[in-house]
């Protein structure tokens, strides 16, 4: 009799409980806003270590390893061309919107109750391997700068995570779609000190999350 009123206590849970933390990667397609004259997009991979307050508020961790590129040194004025690897370093606050709308009466709510903002600290080791900073087309143009540097930043992020859910209806599995625009407290992640603006990245990214454990429960019934 015991067991079983465990068995019927833990079953009446369905639809409920929620790992606190998930493992995940992802993809990223990057565009560095510099000082060079023209874009060029790279890619990036992202690891992230999360933990879930509740499933639509979570703290984020991530690891970021790629390259950033831009410029082209025999068609523009200036001639600047960079190639910069980099890591990167980052944490999140992240809010879905299931956490601030009742989504129980709601199709429209329902469907977008997984659309998140996200805002943190990171900061940034960049390492370029090619930086020209001589014009052919302006002699004697010179674009100062650093090969090697430390950045802060701050990310700003809008994304949307899908929720597959297992056989308890507990979300086990997680596509993340976002848009990531970081703000660099510097101007040297491209290698040149020119100019009165800050320099910036922006990413595409597309990843998974895998639930980890930690099973605890929601105050709603997660999915509908």
């Given at each position: 009799?015991?067991?079983?009123?465990?068995?019927?206590?833990?079953?009446?849970?369905?639809?409920?409980?929620?790992?606190?933390?998930?493992?995940?990667?992802?993809?990223?397609?990057?565009?560095?806003?510099?000082?060079?004259?023209?874009?060029?997009?790279?890619?990036?991979?992202?690891?992230?270590?999360?933990?879930?307050?509740?499933?639509?508020?979570?703290?984020?961790?991530?690891?970021q390893l790629g390259q950033l590129?831009?410029?082209?040194?025999?068609?523009?004025?200036?001639?600047?061309?960079?190639?910069?690897?980099?890591?990167?370093?980052?944490?999140?606050?992240?809010?879905?919107?299931?956490?601030?709308?009742?989504?129980?009466?709601?199709?429209?709510?329902?469907?977008?109750?997984?659309?998140?903002?996200?805002?943190?600290?990171?900061?940034?080791?960049?390492?370029?391997?090619?930086?020209?900073?001589?014009?052919?087309?302006?002699?004697?143009?010179?674009?100062?700068?650093?090969?090697?540097?430390?950045?802060?930043?701050?990310p700003a992020r809008i994304g949307?995570?899908?929720?597959?859910?297992?056989?308890?209806?507990?979300?086990?599995?997680?596509?993340?779609?976002?848009?990531?625009?970081?703000?660099?407290?510097?101007?040297?992640?491209?290698?040149?000190?020119?100019?009165?603006?800050?320099?910036?990245?922006?990413?595409?990214?597309i990843g998974v999350k895998f639930?980890?454990?930690?099973?605890?429960?929601?105050?709603?019934?997660?999915?509908?």
């Amino acid at each position: 009799m015991v067991v079983c009123f465990v068995v019927s206590t833990a079953r009446a849970q369905i639809g409920y409980d929620y790992a606190q933390y998930d493992v995940g990667f992802a993809a990223g397609i990057n565009k560095v806003y510099g000082d060079a004259e023209t874009f060029t997009q790279t890619q990036s991979i992202h690891f992230n270590l999360n933990y879930n307050v509740s499933p639509f508020v979570n703290y984020v961790f991530e690891l970021q390893l790629g390259q950033l590129k831009g410029g082209d040194s025999l068609k523009t004025l200036s001639g600047r061309q960079f190639t910069n690897d980099f890591t990167s370093v980052m944490f999140r606050g992240q809010v879905q919107l299931g956490e601030l709308v009742d989504y129980s009466q709601n199709p429209m709510y329902n469907a977008f109750k997984n659309l998140y903002l996200s805002v943190g600290l990171g900061f940034v080791v960049n390492h370029l391997t090619e930086a020209n900073r001589y014009s052919v087309l302006v002699p004697g143009y010179y674009s100062p700068g650093s090969n090697n540097s430390n950045e802060i930043l701050i990310p700003a992020r809008i994304g949307y995570e899908f929720k597959i859910y297992n056989k308890f209806n507990e979300p086990s599995f997680k596509v993340d779609v976002g848009y990531q625009y970081n703000f660099i407290l510097g101007d040297n992640l491209d290698g040149y000190t020119v100019g009165n603006k800050n320099d910036a990245y922006s990413q595409i990214t597309i990843g998974v999350k895998f639930a980890l454990g930690g099973i605890t429960s929601y105050r709603k019934l997660i999915t509908y």
